[in-house]
């Protein structure tokens, strides 16, 4: 894995008094939550979604916004969240290292398919070019 972004630390610095809990089994279809000052992350997702799903919540803090069932609003969170625990820098050593398998590439980058793909959506026009300029250095199609 080579990410360089810790959610876990990033978490603590900037929220020391809230609490992170991932023990807890959360309903069906809910991977996270913020009740009061702790942050609940499902304990029966895999480590990349909890990983993710804690830059999720973390965003929702950052954002001032709690408490949306707007799948919009959703979406706008997961790309955020996404954008942090991938750059384009590491996303094109992970292509280039996986040679181009979704799954190993989420994988390394220590995501689950699911942000992979919405990150994949989140690029701008910039970015896309980017990075098929650096693929095209490093010999890639
Ligand atoms: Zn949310």
Known sequence: MTASYNPWRDARDRYPDYL???KREL???MRGCIKGKTIYVCRTLTQEARR???VHEVCHLDTGILHTGDPRVELMID???ARRLITPDEFVDALAWSRRSNHEC???LGVD???LKV???SLN???RRYITSRLRRRGEP
């Open 20 to 22: 992170i809990n991932f």
């Open 27 to 29: 309903p069906p279809g």
């Open 52 to 54: 993710f799903t804690l």
């Open 79 to 81: 790309r955020m969240a």
């Open 106 to 108: 989420a994988d390394e």
């Open 113 to 115: 398919g699911y942000a």
């Open 119 to 121: 990150w994949v959506q």
């Open 125 to 127: 026009k910039d970015e």
